[in-house]
Structure formats: structure tokens, C-alpha cells
């Protein structure tokens, strides 16, 4: 079971079993595990604005996002109106022992960002209807409805996934081909984004669920298994190969190649 407390007027906080802060201010508190953190808006006119340490985050309404937090971060809720929203925080052990890994970031520094269902959306603006309410029921209907919402997330875009991972199939193999095409180009995820039709955000997740790595890191391995090829035919300067998988310093080719096979590239010749 979990327990709530009111940060301020409107947005509610869920707390978790094993997940604890402390209250520092009216609308802020500095949470004392690892977390994740997943703010939803329902579908109503006002944005709800957070902020965790000195980064301020804005959920539209509709827009559900989650992001993870670390030991000691602050949370302050900044919003000015009455956005009809909720704030969910669970430690990670909690979280994962939920199964939320549809619900969590694909990074630590990364943020993850999708829809608050239907459901969800009537779910919350129940909950803050009935937040006046001081009935001994209250807290356990609280708490059901927070599981559900959290049923509802998973389940409800799920379905959301699987025709968006339809969709960008062709979109992440397009990526995958120009990436190949010309290997002494140093080309940019947005560069890449715009190309294929789709925004950085999409490219990056659907690329590594398709094929099980960041854009960067096979862009990286790619790179680096073509120069050993051109290396190992012993027809080619290490600058000169360098400059034919896009590095512009021959220094900086040097340090990847070694960080990526563990030797220096000049051990080839």
C-alpha cells in the first residue's frame, strides 16, 4: 500500500511502499532514495510545471511523463494554476518490483514522455474531486485508484506501442542504411531525425528496441569495424582512415578505436 500527501493545492503525491522524503516547504520536498518519478496531466486547459533540483518540466495537459531521480534530489512544484494532475513516486526497487519497465526512461538522464489514457485522465480528475474528502475509506480508495491509473498507463499504451513500433519500422531501418552509406560522414541524431521523417526522441527509442543499441553506440561500432578492416589491409595511413570514418582528428580516432578494441590502431600495422 502506498500514502499520499497534498504539495500545495492540487497535485497529489503517491507514495510508495519503501519510498520516503522530507517536507521542506509547502509545495517542496527533497526526496531521499532513488526514484521514479511519473507526472500525469489529465486532459484538462492548464500545463503543470515541476521542478527537480534546477531543471523545470512542463506536462501538458494529456501528457503523461516519467523521469528518474536521484538520492537527495529536490522536488519543488512550481505550477501557478490549477492543473488537474498527479505526481506519482515510487523508489526504483518498487518500481521494478511492479514491472513499470514500460513506464520508466530508457536512461538515466533521459526522459520519457507518452499519453495519459483515457482512463488515467478520469482516474485523476476523480481523485481530485474526492481529495476534500476526509472518510476513513478515502485513503484505500486512493490507493486503489492509483494502482489502476498505473494498470492503465501500461496496458493502455501498450497497445499504443505495438502501432508505433509498426510505424517507425521502416523509419529506424532508413536510419540504419544511411548510417552505412557514407561512414566518413559525421551526420547528428536531429540531422538523422529529420531525414528518416520522425523526431529525435522517436528515432532514438525505436532505433535501440529494434536493435538493441543507442544510435551512437552502433554508429561507434560500425565505424570502428570498418577501420580495422581498412587498417588490417595495411593500404592506409591511420589518418587517412581517420578521416574515412568521420573523425576530423586523427587523436580522437585514435582514442576510440583503443576504447573500443583495447589497443591502439598503429598495433594493426
Known amino acids: 500500500m502506498g500514502d499520499y500527501t497534498k504539495l500545495g493545492n492540487v497535485p497529489f503525491i503517491f507514495q510508495n511502499f519503501g519510498q520516503s522524503w522530507e517536507q521542506l516547504e509547502c509545495r517542496s520536498v527533497r526526496l531521499k532514495k532513488p526514484t521514479l518519478l511519473i507526472a500525469c496531466c489529465a ?10 533540483d534546477d531543471v523545470v518540466h512542463n506536462v501538458s495537459p494529456g501528457q503523461t511523463e516519467s523521469v528518474y531521480l536521484e538520492s537527495n534530489s529536490q522536488l519543488d512544484i512550481t505550477t501557478p494554476n490549477n492543473a488537474v494532475a498527479i505526481l506519482l513516486l515510487l523508489c526504483m526497487d518498487a518500481a521494478t518490483d511492479l514491472d513499470l519497465n514500460n513506464l520508466m526512461p530508457l536512461c538515466l538522464t533521459d526522459k520519457q514522455i507518452g499519453k495519459t489514457t483515457v482512463h488515467t485522465s478520469y482516474l485523476i480528475k476523480k481523485i481530485v474531486a474526492a ?11 486512493y490507493n486503489a485508484q492509483i494502482f489502476e491509473i498505473l494498470y492503465h498507463q501500461l496496458t493502455d499504451n501498450l497497445q499504443e506501442e505495438t502501432h508505433q513500433l509498426s510505424i517507425h519500422y521502416d523509419k ?18 536531429p540531422e538523422l531525425a529529420k531525414i528518416v521523417g520522425t523526431n529525435e526522441q522517436y528515432l532514438k527509442k525505436y532505433f535501440k528496441v529494434y536493435y538493441g543499441k543507442t544510435i551512437a553506440s552502433y554508429t561507434t561500432e560500425v565505424k570502428m569495424e570498418h577501420a580495422r578492416i581498412l587498417l588490417s589491409s595495411g593500404k592506409h595511413l591511420i589518418v587517412d582512415v581517420s578521416r574515412m570514418t568521420g573523425y576530423k582528428h586523427s587523436t580522437h580516432f585514435t ?15
Open 43 to 52: 486532459d484538462s486547459k492548464d500545463v503543470f510545471t515541476y521542478r527537480t
Open 131 to 141: 481529495s476534500q474528502s476526509r472518510l476513513p475509506q478515502s485513503r484505500l480508495l
Open 172 to 189: 529506424v531501418k532508413l536510419a540504419k542504411s544511411i548510417i552505412h552509406e557514407d561512414l566518413s560522414k559525421k551526420i547528428t541524431i
Open 255 to 269: 582514442t576510440t578505436f583503443k576504447k573500443y578494441y583495447g589497443f591502439k590502431p598503429i598495433q594493426l600495422k
